[in-house]
């Protein structure tokens, strides 16, 4: 999707830093 | 007498506390056992307290602990459940339970609505959204105009903010992530289901005598 396409929440949720997968990746 | 502080900090919490994190969440024993072995590995990695810090928080996160995030931070924040600074041990299963892939919708609403809701206000307000976009937006190196962003808060504010105050409470909240189920995707981690498989050492250090399934 562009980003234009999306809503406000949908593009936040691609930050990393709500990624927390990244944790268990030790 | 430094390895002897240093090993008691890397004991097992005690059988009763792991028994009941297990009965008031969605983990078993095992799995709050496994879940130590990861805790313990992330909160040794810049100082070995027995505690994550905001630091050793972001590098488990993005492998960098010099990068500064206000979506890490939040979280962070929320992780931090008795406001100490510090996520221990209890805290880090409480806030992950939330991710458990078990867990009710209702909870992972009502913690994504806090999370978004930066200022601890009740809502979730425009400005707020604002920054988010705009950080997010930094982080990840696309550009978009300041009226582009102002279209978008608009067309999601529209959509979201029912009773058209300029904010978003948890009732409208609730009914925005139900019209747009993708928003919830980042509250459930399905790796919470394989704990046991990613850290099985917890075996060689349990402290419970029947390992419960």
């Not at chain 2, 799995?31 to 994550?52: N, Q, T």
């Not at chain 2, 930066?118 to 425009?126: D, K, M, P, S, V």
Request: charged share 30%; aromatic share 12%.
């Amino acid at each position: 999707d562009q980003p234009t396409a999306m809503n406000a929440f949908e593009l936040i949720s691609l930050s990393k830093g709500l990624n927390l997968e990244n944790l268990f990746d030790i | 007498m430094g390895c002897f502080v240093s090993r008691s900090r890397r004991k097992f919490p005690a059988q009763e506390k792991t028994v009941t994190l297990a009965a008031e969440t969605a983990f078993t024993v095992s799995e709050v056992e496994a879940l130590y072995e990861l805790f313990r590995s992330i909160s040794s990695s810049v100082i070995d307290d027995g505690l994550i810090n905001k630091e050793e928080f972001q590098l488990a996160i993005f492998k960098n602990k010099k990068k500064e995030n206000i979506f890490a931070t939040r979280i962070f924040d929320l992780f931090d459940v008795k406001k100490k600074g510090v996520i221990d041990f209890e805290d880090f299963v409480r806030s992950l339970n939330v991710f458990h892939p078990n867990v009710s919708l209702e909870d992972k609403i009502a913690f994504s609505f806090r999370l978004y809701d930066l200022r601890n206000t009740g809502f979730i307000e425009r400005a707020e959204v604002k920054e988010m976009l705009i950080a997010l937006l930094y982080e990840s190196d696309m550009k978009l105009a300041d009226d582009v962003i102002e279209t978008i808060l608009n067309k999601t504010f529209s959509e979201a903010d029912l009773n058209e105050d300029g904010k978003i409470d948890l009732e409208e909240w609730t009914n925005f992530v139900a019209k747009n189920p993708s928003l919830l995707k980042i509250m459930t981690l399905p790796y919470l289901r394989d704990i046991t498989t990613s850290f099985p050492s917890f075996i060689f250090n349990s402290n419970v005598d029947e390992v419960a399934a």
